[in-house]
């Protein structure tokens, strides 16, 4: 059974900074592209930051400069340091796992940008 388990999520002002993770089981974790999407209320899920299995990295032009995705096959995560963020950040942010036609996703995690 495979799971994408999602943390790191809460309630931060303007400027601040959060790091989420996501760690994966049932699935041979360094074989799989890992992302990050969000999809705030009335919205599409949209992709936030993309890392393949070579550490190639992809960004939304909105979180250039400011969000890093990274990953650590050794613990089957994927991580997404979030920084200087925005009221426009807010959203729930899902981990996604993808190798051919194998797509999973977890439950998502909240990130609220608000003073």
């Known amino acids: 059974q495979v799971q994408l388990v999602e943390s790191g999520g809460g309630l931060v002002q303007p400027g601040g900074s959060l790091r989420l993770s996501c760690e994966a089981s049932g699935i041979i974790f360094s074989n799989y592209a890992m992302g990050w999407y969000r999809q705030a209320p009335g919205k599409q899920r949209e992709l936030v930051a993309d890392i393949s299995r070579g550490n190639t990295t992809n960004y939304a032009d909105s979180v250039k400069g400011r969000f890093t995705i990274s990953r650590d096959n050794t613990k089957n995560t994927v991580f997404l340091q979030m920084n200087s963020l925005n009221p426009e950040d807010t959203a729930v942010y899902y981990c996604?796992?993808?190798?051919?036609?194998?797509?999973?996703w977890g439950q998502g995690t909240q990130v609220t940008v608000s003073s």
């Open positions: 996604n796992a993808h190798y051919f036609r194998f797509t999973y």
